[in-house]
């Protein structure tokens, strides 16, 4: 027994030493795996965010008195947006919404200010809701400023300005400025080794086909299993490298550490890559050319992006596509990323995700040996 | 420029293109599955949120408030007993929202000094999710407060009358549904034309009509009009499928549309060409459409606002064509701009197509 696992070992070892040559010299798995961490973690730790910013608005501002620029001063100064665009009609600012060039038209009444001294002001705010998330926010943001707005500074009384009958105290653990930035970053591992498993391992096995080299592995004294594990042995190596890059980066850059244990994210990364690599061989054994494996790979790894939680949160999913988020192991290994790095989960919290992680790879390792059979006609 | 000639070769690359069955597939399935996909994932409102409640005081004040909160069907609200389970359950990632209701809630709604505070926990790990949910859960708090209270408070603050604009249900669909054209046609159209050039390149297929008589212009044109037709088809298709599956028509004239997406079709066909013609195998032109597209879908305002970003990277941003594009399209499907609205946008994506086309005939010319 302890003979046959020895052989079987050494086989797979074999055939490991011989992709790592490979690896080695393709300059353009060395280039994807040097630059995609380094541009992720700018683009996702400078650039994309979901919080508006620098949003154009309109002001239609019929009272034109203090209490009415105090108002605008004070939705200005939330630091969403542009400096105020000021309109002279209701028509010529719903031309600019039309248009796209504002995304909110405040409009204050003439009366304003008698309706302060009364102690019912009111305003109107016209929003652009063709970008629904960033309308939301806008009305969110305006809402709050107005239901804080002190009506006292102006009148001089001294009205108690109560806002509301039930005072809710708002806590967002974790992140407690609801920053984007910490959301990306709790799952760029995912995403850079989704890109790094499978579509290497979706392009190797074709183009092998495709070359000849494949049939002269078969050649070989070892189970098209074996060589299978053995082409992904090294790329195991090279995944914990880019998590570690993904870590560190997020980690030196911006600060953001994992607060869960170190081991755990370790232990969890491991079922994933290997589902990941499952897939990738899978549709390398699926495909037929090599351009036919970077199309199916390439339109799994998008839906994976989208579907999966890393980009959009998934429980805001109609239920049939949420259901169908958790074929991709990215759905599995980003609930288990956010829960270690963002909330500090240990080892037992991410025992589920990983053993999803696991029956997906079963199920592929079986589909592959079914597809694998050894076709030399 | 011959026009029998172009002829000639549009027959063989819409033949070319129809005997491999999995491109055709492709090119049905992909824009079908983007819209059912994508169409879903963005939204401004949370649904069926499972909500943990710690109630401090069992008053039918406080009952009336967390069944309040579950009638609007927004959230679920459970009970749970301690506060060490709330924590726990967020911490575990299996509890996005909490509310903690203090003992002395329903003392301080009667006596009607100070109002009374709860306490509302949310999983900041999700910020969407998180945003979303607050700005339900404060609406049905406040709501709910007004009418718990006998004697009308004295209102403060200032109130806001919203409206919203084309889209009055902040529904995600319409405004997604607009962008995955640009995906479609931005990313599905480059990657089969590099793929099919090169493939033709290994095949020598390619060398043979370059000693034809045919000129660059020619073998150009005769790649691009083809697969221009198909994807305009595609265009259709998708249009057809957004409004009767979703019911999302196109707010503005569907013609200007059509129009436009036809022309983008022929722009990141160009860029297809150049990235299959400078590679000198299929893979390498496979990773240069791939490493083009991941800044594609992030940075063309397909998921992230372009506003959003920071200066410097907004002009990039301005580089590449499917943020003109996308703007386009939003533009007409969601607020039914006209063309003179999106002038600027138009007269961008003119000057991409020029550009691209030029390079593309250089890029032939270069390999001859």
């Known amino acids: ?377 | 420029m011959s026009r029998r000639r172009i002829w000639t070769l549009v027959r063989r690359e819409v033949r070319a293109t129809f005997r491999d069955p999995f491109t055709v597939s492709i090119l049905i399935a992909v824009p079908i599955v983007a819209l059912l996909a994508f169409s879903f994932v963005i939204s401004s409102e949370v649904h069926g949120l499972r909500l943990a409640v710690l109630d401090g005081d069992r008053s039918p004040e406080s009952r009336r408030l967390v069944a309040d909160i579950g009638s609007t069907g927004w959230f679920v609200p459970e009970p749970v007993g301690t506060r060490v389970e709330i924590e726990r359950a967020l911490q575990a990632g299996t509890l996005r929202v909490a509310l903690v209701v203090p003992a002395d809630f329903s003392r301080r709604l009667r006596e009607g000094l100070a109002p009374p505070e709860v306490q509302l926990l949310y999983d900041g790990a999700e910020p969407v999710l998180a945003g979303n949910a607050e700005g339900a859960l404060r609406g049905i708090v406040a709501a709910s407060g007004g009418r718990l209270v006998r004697a009308p408070a004295t209102p403060g603050g200032i109130r806001v009358a919203t409206g919203v604009l084309f889209n009055p249900r902040l529904d995600g669909t319409p405004f997604m549904v607009a962008g995955t054209f640009g995906f479609v046609l931005s990313f599905l159209t480059t990657l089969i034309t590099a793929v099919a050039i090169v493939g033709e390149r290994l095949a020598g297929t390619f060398d043979q009509l370059q000693v034809t008589p045919a000129t660059s212009l020619e073998i150009l044109l005769g790649k691009l009009l083809p697969l221009g037709a198909i994807f305009a088809v595609d265009v259709v298709l998708m249009m057809l499928v957004a409004g009767m599956l979703f019911g999302v028509w196109p707010a503005g004239s569907a013609l200007l549309f059509i129009a436009v997406s036809a022309f983008y079709v022929l722009v990141s066909l160009s860029l297809g060409l150049i990235f299959s013609a400078t590679s000198a195998t299929a893979a390498e032109a496979v990773e240069k459409t791939v490493l083009f597209s991941i800044p594609l879908v992030q940075m063309s305002g397909f998921a992230f606002p372009v506003r959003n970003m920071p200066m410097p990277v907004q002009w990039i941003a301005e580089l590449f064509p499917a943020t003109h594009y996308i703007r386009v399209s939003r533009g007409i499907y969601l607020r039914g701009e006209g063309p003179i609205d999106l002038f600027p946008e138009l007269v961008a994506l003119a000057i991409f197509g020029f550009v691209l086309l030029l390079l593309a005939r250089r890029t032939l010319e270069a390999r001859a």
């Open chain 1, 1 to 377: 027994m302890t003979a046959w696992v020895r052989r079987r070992l050494s086989n797979v070892l074999a055939v490991a030493y011989r992709e790592g040559l490979v690896l080695r010299h393709d300059k353009g798995f060395l280039a994807s795996v040097l630059v995609q961490p380094v541009s992720m973690l700018l683009l996702f730790g400078f650039a994309l965010s979901y919080t508006p910013a620098n949003v154009p608005w309109a002001v239609l501002d019929r009272s034109d008195t203090p209490a009415s620029r105090r108002l605008i001063e004070d939705v200005r100064t939330t630091g969403y947006f542009l400096p105020p665009r000021p309109v002279y009609g209701y028509a010529q600012g719903r031309a600019l919404l039309e248009r796209g060039d504002a995304l909110a038209l405040l409009v204050i009444p003439r009366d304003f200010r008698r309706d302060v001294e009364a102690g019912r002001p009111e305003v109107q705010l016209l929003v652009d809701g063709s970008d629904p998330v960033t309308a939301a926010r806008i009305l969110g943001y305006v809402g709050q400023v107005a239901a804080h707005f002190d009506v006292r500074r102006t009148d001089g009384t001294d009205r108690v300005a109560r806002t509301a009958t039930i005072d809710p105290q708002v806590r967002f653990w974790f992140n407690a400025t609801l920053r984007d930035r910490d959301f990306f970053m709790a799952i760029m591992a995912g995403m850079l080794l989704t890109n790094l498993c499978l579509s290497i391992t979706a392009l190797n096995i074709v183009g092998e086909r495709e070359s000849g080299t494949f049939e002269q592995t078969l050649s070989l004294p070892v189970s098209s299993l074996e060589i299978v594990l053995g082409k992904l042995l090294p790329l195991v190596g090279v995944s914990y490298a880019l998590l570690t890059v993904a870590v560190l980066g997020a980690g030196l850059v911006f600060g953001i550490w994992p607060r869960g244990s170190w081991i755990a994210l370790g232990i969890a990364t491991l079922p994933f890559v290997l589902a990941s690599m499952g897939v990738g061989v899978f549709v390398s054994s699926l495909a037929r050319t090599t351009a036919q494996a970077v199309f199916i790979s390439v339109f799994f790894i998008l839906p994976s992006f989208v579907l999966s939680g890393v980009m959009f949160p998934y429980e805001l999913m109609p239920p049939a596509i949420r259901a169908l988020g958790f074929v991709f192991p990215l759905r599995w290994y980003q609930i288990a990323l956010r829960r270690i790095i963002a909330r500090g989960a240990g080892i037992e919290d991410v025992l589920g995700p990983c053993l999803a992680l696991l029956v997906i790879f079963g199920v592929l390792l079986l589909g592959i040996r079914w597809r694998l059979k050894p076709r030399l006609a």
